[in-house]
Every structure is written in structure tokens, then in C-alpha cells.
């Protein structure tokens, strides 16, 4: 399977925007205090996985006990913590505060919703912001392609680029996010496509310099308070069972943090990476060039399910959630078979694989196997002027 660039007539382009929109509209009227109560179970689902790894966690080291307590790590960031950001239940009468994005992780709350590596202010404001607003641009943060050009371009073995790849995918959510999101909450840039990225080796090594203030920053609100909470505070509760069993909590700590970086590359990394998979030259134009983007520049997994879904972080639905990143991850299910049927009856390429698969064309495209196509324009061959002009800071644009 692969993407390559096409072109739609005009008025094909404005009976699918409104085809879109009306799909949208009519997840408005069904957005109910049932979604919010499918939240609550999936989250449920993710305390109950964190529960059980450390109520075994304590015996001995095992990889069950990790994992469970990497899924709830996972199940943290990806479903619940990332659509509660995305306002995906703000519009939802009668929910509690913490469960909107303006209460969620505030303040002293952010260590019992979402403590993570990242400051959830600033993931926010790089995720939610500067990636979904510039997909597939140069000035995306998390294009992939981009920001590994040093590796791709390298001189390096083959088998030494993937042993990078893997090391980085183990490590990444400390390495690349942390210091990454808190860089771009205080300096966002707009890259110019072929200009030299923001993601040299040099500029890496600044942000943990500690003389540097953004590194301070890097070290006091995020990386300490992590490693105080999961690598101290928490295997020391476990005391009164002995010596070994804090012990064995740290081991275990240790390998559910390098599962939680490898399931999290797995299902984060390769949702707009591939050779099928479009990388865009110019900003988007219009409502209905930015509708078309997210599509092509987006690929899905298997979906279906609460628990593949969960598994999958709810990001087996990425190509929906970048069309409607505000709507709660309910609504996706019920539309991804919808905006599937639509593509197909306009031509548009609808990518949607295994994970597996996807993290191979992603490691591929990684160590500079293979590239990603480049277009301008996947609309029509001349810009459309019907539709509302694209703005990249009204987020209503995706709301319609």
C-alpha cells in the first residue's frame, strides 16, 4: 500500500468538507453523560491494570507486574489524560472539573491525574497546538523524517541506526518529550521545510545543561518530581514488607518504565510516519485542505473494542482524531466507519494497518530506508476559494 499525491475536482472537495462537517455535527448531538461514563470505565480499567502490577510487583521481579504497570502508566497518558486535554468532555454538562481540560492535572492535582515525565501544560501546548495545527509542516514538532535527518543522513552502520532507533524508543518519553514540550511551551518556531531542524545533537545536550535556566526548569518540574514519586516515594511505601520487597518494587519500577517507553513509541510514533504517508510543503489553505491533511498525513490501526483500543491508547483512531481532536474517544468509534465509507466514495487514500506493520514503515523511514512523499497541495490543482480560510490559532476550524 502506498499514498501518492492526487488531486480532487473542486466541487468534490466541497461536498466532502461538508460531508465532514455534517459527521461532526451529528456527533454533537450525540455527545451524552454516556461518554463521559466510558471514560470513567476505561480509566477504571487503567487503575485497576496499575493496582494489580504493584499489589504483585512487591514478590519478585517479573515481567507481568510490569506490564500492568506500564498499561496503567499508558492508559494515563494516552486515553485519559490525553483527550481530557484535547477538551474532549468540556462540552459534557454536570462532569467534574478535574475531568475538563481547564482542571485537569492543575496545580497539586497534576501528581493524582497525570504524573508523567512531561509537564502537562506544556505536552499540551506542543501536542495539542503546534503538532496538531502544522501536520506533516516543517514547523510540526513531531515530524518524524525531519527531526531524524542527522540519523538518516549519517555515515552510521545500518545495524547501528536501528540499535539508535531501539535505544531511543526505550528512552524517549524522558529524552525527547520531556525536555522537547517544555522547550516549545517557552519558544514555539516555525520551520521553514529544508531549513536545519531545532533537533541537532548540540541543541539536545543544551536543554539538560543545568546552568541552562530552560534545563533548570527541565529538572525541577519534571524529570525530579518523577523519579522522586515512581523511583522513591512509592517502592518505599512498600517497607513493611522487607527490605527485598522495596527492592523488588524498584526492579519492577525500572522495567515498567522501559515497556511503558516502548508501548507508547509503538502506538504514538508511527501514527504519521511512512512511505505512504504525506509530508506537506506549504501550510494548509482552507478548511477543507486542513479536512484532507489530517486524512493524508494520518494512518490508523485496528480498531474496534475497548480493550484492543485501550491497548492501543486510543490512538488506533488517529486519522478521526485529527479531523475532531475535541471529541471524546467514544465518538470515534462510532465515526471511523463513517469517515472509512467516505473516503473510499471520494477517492481519498484511507491508510489504515496493523501496528506492526506501521512501526516497520515508521523504522524504515527512521534509519532512511525509505522517505516519505512530499506534496503541496492534496486538494485540487488550484486552491479552492469556497470554503472558510484556515486559521492556525482558531481551533474552531475542527469543530464545525
Known amino acids: 500500500m502506498q499514498t501518492v499525491p492526487f488531486t480532487l475536482t473542486d466541487k468534490d472537495v466541497e461536498n466532502f468538507t461538508q460531508e465532514i462537517m455534517a459527521l461532526r455535527r451529528a456527533a454533537n448531538e450525540r455527545m451524552s453523560i454516556d461518554d463521559f461514563k466510558h471514560l470513567k470505565k476505561i480509566e477504571r480499567w487503567g487503575k485497576l491494570s496499575t493496582l ?3 499489589g504483585t510487583a512487591w514478590i519478585a521481579p517479573n515481567p507481568i507486574s510490569a506490564f500492568l504497570m506500564s498499561q496503567g ?14 477538551k474532549g468532555f468540556d462540552k459534557i454538562e454536570g462532569i467534574p472539573e478535574r ?8 496545580g497539586w492535582r497534576r501528581f493524582l491525574d497525570w504524573n508523567d515525565w512531561m509537564l502537562p501544560e506544556a505536552w499540551s501546548n ?14 510540526d514538532p513531531d515530524q518524524v523524517e525531519l527531526n531524524l535527518e542527522w540519523l538518516r543522513d549519517s555515515k552510521l552502520p545500518m545495524p547501528l541506526r536501528y540499535a539508535v532507533v531501539a535505544l531511543f524508543a526505550a528512552t524517549w518519553k524522558p529524552l525527547y518529550y520531556a525536555p522537547n514540550t517544555l522547550k516549545h511551551l517557552t519558544s514555539t518556531k516555525n520551520n521553514v521545510l529544508g531549513e536545519e531542524r531545532d533537533s541537532a545533537t548540540l541543541t539536545q545536550l543544551a536543554l539538560w545543561n543545568p546552568l541552562n ?8 518540574k519534571c524529570l525530579l518530581p518523577y523519579i522522586f514519586v515512581k523511583f522513591v516515594l512509592i517502592p518505599l511505601a512498600f517497607t513493611p514488607l522487607g527490605p527485598i520487597a522495596v527492592i523488588n518494587v524498584w526492579i519492577n519500577t525500572l522495567l515498567a518504565e522501559i515497556i511503558s517507553n516502548l508501548h507508547a513509541f509503538l502506538v504514538i510514533v508511527p501514527n504519521h510516519v511512512g512511505n505512504d504517508i504525506l509530508l506537506f510543503e506549504d501550510v494548509a489553505n482552507n478548511k477543507s485542505e486542513f479536512f484532507l491533511r489530517q486524512i493524508t498525513g494520518s494512518t490508523n490501526f485496528k480498531t474496534g473494542g475497548d480493550l484492543n483500543d485501550m491497548l492501543h491508547g486510543w490512538l488506533n483512531y488517529q486519522i478521526e482524531h485529527h479531523l475532531w481532536p475535541d471529541l471524546p474517544m467514544s465518538e470515534y468509534q462510532r465515526l471511523q466507519p463513517q469517515v472509512k465509507a467516505l473516503c473510499e466514495k471520494y477517492g481519498i487514500p484511507y491508510v489504515q494497518e496493523s ?15 525509505s522517505s516519505m512523499p512530499r506534496q ?14 484556515h486559521t492556525k490559532s482558531t481551533p474552531e476550524i475542527i469543530s464545525a
Request: glycine share 6%; net charge positive; no cysteine.
Open 73 to 86: 502508566n499508558v492508559t494515563r497518558w494516552t486515553t485519559i489524560a490525553h483527550h481530557v486535554l484535547h
Open 355 to 369: 501496528v506492526w506493520v506501521r512501526l516497520k514503515k515508521t523504522v524504515d523511514v527512521m534509519v532512511g530506508n
Open 99 to 106: 475531568y475538563t481540560s481547564k482542571g485537569f492535572a492543575k
Open 126 to 139: 506542543e501536542h495539542n497546538k503546534l503538532h496538531h495545527y502544522n501536520l506533516g509542516e516543517a514547523a
Open 52 to 54: 494489580a502490577g504493584y
Open 376 to 389: 503541496k497541495s492534496v486538494s485540487t490543482n488550484k486552491r479552492s476559494q469556497t470554503s472558510t480560510q
Open 213 to 220: 535556566p530552560a534545563a533548570r526548569d527541565l529538572w525541577s
